[in-house]
């Protein structure tokens, strides 16, 4: 990868200028080439994603079975490869043979493919272990029950939720509406089949506006496969999304002296619409990463560039602020009516653990026997050599790259999440509430994964400007084409990486009883529930099946102490103390 990201320049951003625009003439020429790549580039991922996933549909396999799972995701590696190995050898050959543009147009695609197919591999592994059913993950239990409530209340005409973001019920009732014949259930199995799809995708070219094709991929590879929520995606969608958003902003804030105002303005409105619309879908991210990004805009406003300077960022921030709340409206008004009557007291495996450890989570599904040790032991003072990379990369990219844009857009949402966290984790006893803090678990590892790759990308674009320097009087010969081959390397790399990782998360949704308390339970349960027409889907678990109930408009819990997940009536006093409400009188 040393070749997408080749030097640092003066300015705060951190990628330099694309050197297939570099390439081109003067004048309009660089926008227009660059247009049709960057059109390429996005579609190959998308089509690449949805497509892969509508070929696994096809796989022929008894999903309740563990030979027919390990059939399954076997088929999904091979497919895979007879895509992957043209592609990655089209890379490798264009490294060594072809000429400046069109070699980094070839990585440009070769990167998005393996966007495009990382997810797309898990999204295929859910269509697998949904095979015979026309019910999504979780069928009509938990989550997935509440938002089938909501969505078809909506198309009752009970309208929307108090606080509950309006953006994927919406989706999911119109979707049912016009494609499934009002049928929710099925609907959201669309739904989930598609967003898992696209995660990948749509997070690379989230992170694409800010870093070179192989270095974006190294962000939202790992993040995208290890952050899929199959069961209700659009919630870390958003998140992952969020992050690079919110380094654009802080770009182009501190570029605003060279805007125009009418340029400040229109970016402003962009970027606003951009973050109403993510509002809209899921809002948590925008509650922990709130404060980081205040402080980090007033550090990046030009206060000592003149009124003219502040003037373009007044416009900027201020476009940004109204059209993001205007976009958002729907979901800030109700918040303001009804915020601060919601409290979550859901309590669960993670907010039994070690509130210091970031880097891993079970959920309410951890399937992890009582006997092992979580978090898992590391070897020194308890941290694992996972942990120390990546706070290694923290240390590096504070020291290398504080001032650039999309470092401080990470440690800002890094610090903030981190802070409001152990605030909440603390008052959790006195005030009998969770308030969602654990998937603060989310923010932080994602922040620090990409600061490790930021740091990655930092350290070498520094250590070729001291080679350049050192050698700059001397004649020193390098293997040909050297930074070529080691980027299509690393493509190689991250493309074998993202295979085994798909696998691993579609292994982990691949159908178990409920009694192994693992992610399986939810495909298991979709097996569970009669068709349309009555009859039992294909593969259910002795040929046996349940009706699915009405789809009611779900009510707010009445709980006014937390209320303890996996954990037995025996075991509640040492958890959440007192005694276990009896079934009929829980909220």
Same mark, same amino acid.
């Given at each position: ?7 640092? @320049? ?11 625009? =570099?390439?081109?003439?003067?004048? &309009? ?12 580039? !996005? ?51 264009? !490294? ?33 272990? %949904? +095979? ?48 499934? /014949? ?17 995660? /990948? ?56 002296? *060279?805007?125009?105002?009418?340029? *400040?303005? %229109? ?15 899921? =809002?948590?991210?925008?509650?922990? $990463? ?35 709340? !205007? ?38 599904? $951890? ?7 979580? @978090? @898992? ?16 990369? #923290?240390? #590096? ?6 001032? +650039? ?6 440690? =800002? ?51 070729? *400007? ?10 020193? &010969?390098?293997? &040909? ?19 085994? *990782? ?13 009694? =192994? ?8 349960? $979709? ?20 009706? @699915?109930?009405?789809? &009611? +408009? ?6 006014? +102490? ?26």
């Amino acid at each position: 990868m040393p070749d997408v990201a080749t030097e640092v @320049p003066d300015e705060p951003q951190l990628a330099p200028p694309d050197p297939e625009a =570099s390439a081109a003439a003067p004048g &309009r020429r660089p926008r227009t080439r660059r247009l049709p790549a960057a059109t390429a580039e !996005a579609a190959l991922a998308l089509v690449l994603a949805v497509g892969f996933m509508l070929w696994a549909r096809n796989i022929h396999v008894n999903p309740l079975i563990r030979v027919g799972q390990v059939s399954g995701l076997a088929r999904l590696q091979f497919r895979a490869a007879l895509l992957a190995i043209p592609l990655l050898a089209a890379v490798l050959w264009a !490294a060594r043979r072809a000429g400046g543009p069109r070699w980094h147009l070839v990585l440009r695609l070769g990167c998005a493919a393996v966007a495009g197919l990382g997810t797309g591999i898990v999204a295929g592994g859910i269509a697998v272990a %949904l +095979r015979g059913t026309p019910w999504g993950l979780g069928g009509q239990d938990g989550d997935p029950g509440t938002l089938q409530g909501y969505a078809a209340s909506f198309l009752r005409g009970e309208g929307l939720p108090d606080v509950y973001p309006p953006g994927f019920i919406v989706l999911l009732a119109e979707w049912a509406k016009y494609l499934r /014949g009002g049928h929710v259930g099925y609907a959201l199995k669309d739904l989930q089949l598609l967003l898992s799809a696209v995660f /990948g995708p749509l997070c690379y070219l989230a992170w694409r506006t800010l870093l070179r094709p192989a270095w974006a991929l190294a962000v939202a590879l790992p993040a995208a496969i290890l952050f899929l929520d199959p069961i209700r995606p659009y919630s870390h969608l958003v998140m992952v999304v969020l992050l690079p958003l919110i380094g654009c902003l802080l770009t182009e804030l501190t570029r605003v002296t *060279a805007l125009s105002a009418r340029a *400040a303005l %229109l970016r402003g409105v962009s970027l606003g619409a951009a973050f109403g619309l993510l509002f809209l879908v899921y =809002s948590g991210w925008f509650v922990w $990463s709130a404060p980081g990004v205040l402080a980090a805009v007033l550090l990046l406003v030009p206060w000592r560039r003149g009124r003219a300077a502040l003037t373009r960022a007044a416009g900027l921030l201020g476009a940004a602020a109204v059209t993001a709340a !205007a976009v958002g409206s729907p979901l800030l008004l109700k918040l303001a009516a009804h915020g601060a009557g919601t409290v979550d007291r859901y309590a669960y495996f993670d907010v039994y653990t070690d509130p210091a450890y970031v880097l891993g989570w079970r959920s309410d599904r $951890s399937g992890w026997p009582a006997a092992w040790a979580w @978090p @898992p032991p590391g070897e020194l003072a308890g941290q694992t050599t996972f942990s120390l990379l990546v706070l290694a990369g #923290l240390g #590096l990219a504070l020291a290398l790259g504080l001032r +650039r844009p999309p470092v401080i857009a990470a440690l =800002s949402c890094l610090v903030s999440a981190w802070v409001l966290r152990f605030w909440f984790a603390g008052h959790m006893q006195r005030d009998q509430a969770v308030m969602l803090y654990p998937r603060t678990t989310w923010l932080i590892l994602y922040a620090l994964i990409a600061l490790a790759v930021l740091a990655a990308l930092l350290l070498s674009a520094g250590v070729r *400007a001291a080679w350049l320097r050192l050698t700059a009087d001397r004649q020193v &010969r390098l293997p &040909r084409f050297l930074g070529r081959r080691l980027a299509a390397g690393s493509l190689c790399g991250l493309a074998v990486f993202g295979a085994m *990782a798909a696998s691993w998360s579609a292994n982990r949704y691949m159908p178990q009883n409920p009694q =192994s308390g693992t992610m399986g339970i939810d495909a298991y349960r $979709s097996h569970m529930l009669q068709r349309a027409d009555g009859s039992c889907p294909l593969y259910a678990p002795g040929h046996t099946c349940a009706a @699915p109930r009405e789809d &009611r +408009r779900p009510q707010d819990s009445k709980d006014t +102490r937390l209320w303890c997940g996996n954990v037995s009536a025996e075991n509640w006093p040492l958890y959440c103390g007192g005694r276990a409400p009896s079934p009929e009188g829980s909220g």
